[in-house]
């Protein structure tokens, strides 16, 4: 079936050091939503990238969907303590409707 | 603008039992959707609903069954609970359907 795979699972840095998080999916997608979830909170919603090759920056946040539409990536340029939880990507297949997700990127930052 | 909510906020059932939890979507939101999220995973699609109608089921047995009202907000419904089903369960409301979701604060059920 079709599966979306996020790497790492686990990443934890030090203030001020940079943090990426790639998405790969099985099939290509219409879509790509990135979403955070701070410990003990819901997923907030970050940002939607549709075109392919796709570049958008939100301040030290950089994300990046593939030429394929298979892959993506988020960018964290100098960590904050404020970025800590877990970052989830997730992708519609085509018109299906069923939004598939990956399993995060929990990030721990020390301060 | 009202936000997604969602009640109860934490609920306990035993075994076998029924559960209803509520969600009212974003205001103007015309699509609602439902997860599950287990501690420590990610959200699993339960199924989603636009304009009163599934749109959208995962793989979920059919004990999950839900509704969604004319003003757009909704239910879950989880018959004969299983200690398996205990889990964040998450209301999302979007517009359209493809769009991205707003989600609620959940329901934490727990099931002894």
């Known amino acids: 079936g079709q599966q979306v795979m996020q790497i790492p699972q686990y990443q934890h840095v030090q203030e001020g050091e940079d943090f990426t998080t790639y998405c790969n999916s099985s099939t290509t997608l219409s879509n790509i939503q990135w979403y955070k979830q701070r410990p003990g909170g819901h997923p907030v919603f970050l940002i939607q990238?549709?075109?392919s090759g796709e570049v958008k920056k939100q301040k030290r946040l950089t994300f990046q969907f593939g030429e394929a539409k298979k892959n993506s990536s988020l960018h964290i340029t100098a960590t904050q303590t404020t970025d800590v939880g877990t970052y989830f990507c997730a992708g519609h297949a085509g018109n299906n409707r069923k939004l598939i997700w990956g399993l995060g990127t929990s990030l721990a930052v020390n301060p | 603008e009202t936000g997604v909510t969602q009640s109860p906020t934490h609920l306990i059932k035993t075994r076998g039992q029924q559960v209803t939890l509520r969600c009212s979507s974003q205001?103007?939101?015309?699509?609602v959707s439902w997860y599950q999220q287990a501690l420590g995973q990610g959200p699993q699609f339960i199924f989603q609903?636009?304009?009163?109608?599934?749109?959208g089921r995962g793989n979920f047995p059919p004990r999950f069954s839900g509704l969604q009202f004319p003003n757009y907000s909704s239910e879950l419904n989880v018959n004969a609970l299983e200690l398996d089903d205990s889990a964040l369960y998450l209301c999302a409301s979007s517009l359209p359907p493809h769009a991205s979701l707003h989600f609620g604060n959940g329901t934490r059920l727990t099931v002894t």
């Open positions: 205001s103007g939101h015309n699509t």
């Open positions: 990238l549709v075109k």
């Open positions: 609903y636009y304009r009163e109608e599934e749109n």
